[in-house]
């Protein structure tokens, strides 16, 4: 599709991903580079015993910071030369992903906006997690996007 031609999609959903596994293994690593390390990310035994959860659960900033690689492959445009995460609105965390859980994203296309040498987009994101009806992460991401 031409970045022009991106004005026809607004208020529709452009993409809907494939279910993407959250593992231990990517929460430790998470914890590790934040320096985020609460028991109830990283110690397993304790979170069984103590969480409300019954488990360790994704940070929520980890389930956000994969709005980018979810986003991949879901709008394809000719002739971008360089997309940059430009920021985000209205962040939400109303559940929670406990690890070994399935996400997956939701993209409905909120704005576009003309700028020098490209457009600015606002997207709507969901975040989902397999086998709830609650979403684990909703927020507004600007994306632009420059020819």
């Known amino acids: 599709?031409?970045?022009?031609?991106?004005?026809?999609?607004?208020?529709?959903?452009?993409?809907?991903?494939?279910?993407?596994?959250?593992?231990?293994?990517?929460?430790?690593?998470?914890?590790?580079a934040t320096e985020?390390?609460?028991w109830i990310h990283t110690d397993p035994v304790r979170a069984e015993a103590d969480s409300p959860y019954g488990t360790t659960i994704a940070h929520g900033f980890l389930t956000l910071s994969m709005v980018s690689y979810l986003s991949r492959n879901i709008l394809s445009?000719?002739?971008?030369?360089?997309?940059?995460?430009y920021g985000l609105n209205k962040v939400r965390f109303p559940n929670a992903v406990r690890s070994g859980a399935n996400i997956r994203g939701r993209f409905v296309l909120?704005?576009?906006?003309?700028?020098a040498r490209g457009v600015e987009t606002v997207f709507a994101v969901t975040i989902e997690v397999e086998g709830s009806t609650k979403p684990c992460c909703v927020a507004e991401w600007i994306v632009r996007q420059y020819r």
């Not at 909120?110 to 700028?115: A, P, S």
């Open 110 to 115: 909120q704005e576009v906006t003309d700028i």
């Open 77 to 85: 445009l000719e002739n971008v030369r360089l997309r940059i995460n």
């Open 1 to 32: 599709m031409k970045m022009d031609e991106l004005h026809t999609l607004v208020g529709t959903e452009v993409g809907l991903t494939d279910w993407f596994p959250v593992t231990q293994d990517r929460i430790d690593t998470f914890a590790k």
């Open 36 to 38: 985020d390390d609460q």
